[in-house]
């Protein structure tokens, strides 16, 4: 079963506006990564946070982290159309647990930008 | 130019036939990994790789077969067993498989039943 759970499952906005993404998860992590998929295209890492983070930033991207609500978003500020594509969170387990050593993803957020 | 490159970019199965999907990095990455993926919906992965000659099942091998017989190369076979093959496969590969690190990905194979 998938851990990661992102919402909402469509986000359409206009050129310019701010896209706010989240994603859910079920059991304890060491890292959350986002990744961003074009169709037809494999997948761009985006972010990495790891589970004793709470924010991080790159360019226009910002991440949390909420570990005890077991979430987190991705914002993207000032949206251009070229974000159009689908964002995915993947969440990597702790030592011990069954899903160490592998990414388990979610279902991703479809994010049109129109011009 | 470093990188994952996965061919064919698509491939048609008959009934009853085997068929091998590429994948190849120069990437110098010890862990490389295939997933599945099905329209709307996220990635399942297939089977993994930590090093050379070894591999583990991840969470949707029935009817796949794999070899990493060489660090840069990691196909993927998809047998007669596997009765639903119609997806997009995925392959990637990170520096290694702790989880903590970023995957590369390549740009996929988009498999169809004729």
């Known amino acids: 079963s998938q851990q990661g759970e992102e919402d909402p499952q469509a986000l359409s906005i206009q050129e310019g506006e701010n896209a706010t993404m989240n994603c859910s998860y079920k059991?304890?992590?060491?890292?959350l990564q986002w990744y961003r998929q074009n169709s037809g295209r494999g997948l761009v890492h985006l972010i990495l946070?790891?589970?004793?983070?709470r924010e991080k930033h790159s360019g226009r991207l910002r991440v949390t982290l909420d570990t005890s609500k077991k979430s987190s978003s991705l914002l993207i500020t000032a949206s251009r159309a070229a974000d159009t594509a689908s964002y995915f969170c993947?969440?990597?387990?702790?030592?011990?647990?069954?899903?160490?050593?592998?990414?388990?993803f979610g279902q991703g957020t479809i994010l049109t930008v129109h011009p | 130019d470093g990188g994952i490159t996965q061919s064919p970019k698509y491939l048609f199965r008959k009934e009853g036939q085997n068929v091998t999907l590429s994948c190849e990095q120069n990437?110098?990455?010890?862990?490389m990994y295939w997933y599945r993926q099905d329209p709307g919906q996220g990635l399942r992965l297939i089977y993994y790789?930590?090093?050379?000659?070894?591999?583990q099942k991840g969470d949707i091998a029935e009817g796949y077969s794999v070899s990493r017989e060489k660090k840069e190369s990691f196909p993927l076979t998809v047998t007669s067993a596997q009765k639903n093959p119609t997806a997009f496969y995925l392959c990637?590969?990170?520096?290694?498989?702790?989880?903590?690190?970023?995957?590369?990905f390549g740009d996929g194979t988009r498999l169809s039943i004729l």
């Open positions: 993947a969440t990597g387990g702790n030592a011990g647990g069954t899903s160490y050593g592998k990414l388990t």
């Open positions: 790789s930590q090093i050379v000659n070894d591999f």
């Open positions: 946070i790891r589970s004793n983070e």
């Open positions: 990637a590969s990170s520096i290694r498989t702790n989880g903590n690190q970023p995957q590369h």
């Open positions: 059991t304890s992590i060491n890292n």
């Open positions: 990437l110098n990455h010890d862990a």
